[in-house]
C-alpha cells in the first residue's frame, strides 16, 4: 500500500464531512485513512463511524482526549501505508493529491515530499503559500540547503519561516522514517509540534522533493489555538526552541529568528487578551520565565528587523513593558 492518510480529530464536526469527502474523492486509490476521533464531544464520533461504514479503506479509534501529538502517534502506528500523509480534520485536500505525490515518487523516491498549501479563512478568503526552496530534488550533501534555511532564510526579509513551510500536513513522509522519530516529540506540546516532527524528519532523511504544488487547504479558525494566548502554548515554545537549541544543525542565529517570531505573535496574542497593563504585566512575567525561549529572542540581529519589530525589541530589552503595552494597543 501507497499511503496511510492520518486524520486526527477533536470535535471539528462543522468541517470533517469536507475533509472525509476530499479523502474518499483522490483520483489515486491506493491508500488507506486512519481516523483518530480524541476524545470528542460533538458529533466528530458519529461523522468517523459513519465514514468507516460507507469507505471500506477507512478505520476509526477513538480514544481518550490526549492531544493533536498523541492522535496522530496512534494512527501512525497502526499505518500500512509505504508513506504517511497527516490532514487535520477541519482542513481538507484537493482531488489530485495523493496522485501528484506518488508521481514524485514513482520518479524521484523522496523520503520526504514537502508541498506549498493554501491558507483558507473562515469568513472568506484564501492565500497559497510557496515554500521558498526551488523546487526539485534535493539528496545527500543538497539536504544542507533545506537544513541551513529551515528556521530562516535570507531571500525573505525579517523573521521569517524559512525556505519551507513548517506545517506536517504538507508532507508526505516516508513511514519508517517518520517512526524513527514521532517519539522524540512530547505530548504537552500544543505550539510548534509541527515545527518539531518536521525538524527531526529534515534532520534524519537523505533526500527531499520540493514541490510549489498546493493541494492542501489549511483553514484558518478564530479558536485555533495559534491565535490565543496561553500559558500552556508558551511552554510549548520553550520546549521546541530548547530542543532545538541541542541541534548541531541549527544555528544559533536561525533559532533567534524563528523565537522572536514567535515571541512577537505571543506578545501580540498577550496585548489582545489584556484589558488592563496588569494582566499584560503577569504575561510578560510568566515569559521571561520562559529562559531559553526568552533570550534566544532577544539575541536576534535588530537589523534583519522592520521599524515597528526594532521598538518591541528595544522595549523587551529594556524591560520597558508599559510602553510596549500601550504601543500594542496604539496598532
Known sequence: MRFTVVVPIYNVGKYLAECIESIMRQTFDDFEVILVDDGSTDNSGDLCDSACLADS?????????????SSRKIGVSYSE????????GDDYVDENYLKSANEIIERFHPDIIAFSHKMIWEGGGCRIIDNCADEGMYVGDEMATIRDGFLYSKRIHGP?????????????????????NH??????????????????LIENSNSLYV???HYYNYRILDCSMMHKFDLRGATSVEKVISFLATR?????????NYSFAMLELQISKLGKASEDYSYFKKGIGFLKTLNTFWLSSLSIDRHILNRKQKTKLYFLKHNLFVFLFFFLKRG
Open 183 to 200: 517519539h522524540l516529540v512530547d505530548d504537552s506540546i500544543t505550539v510548534g509540534e509541527d515545527l518539531l516532527m518536521t525538524a527531526l
Open 160 to 180: 521569517n519561516s524559512g525556505i519551507i513551510n513548517f506545517s506536517l500536513c504538507t508532507k508526505i513522509v516516508k513511514s519508517t522514517l517518520y517512526r524513527a
Open 211 to 213: 514541490s510549489k504544488s
Open 81 to 88: 501505508g509505504e508513506y504517511i500523509v497527516q490532514i487535520d
Open 248 to 256: 548541531n544543525w541549527c544555528k544559533q542565529s536561525s533559532l533567534a
Open 57 to 69: 479503506r477507512f478505520r476509526v479509534f477513538h480514544k481518550k482526549n490526549g492531544g493533536l501529538v
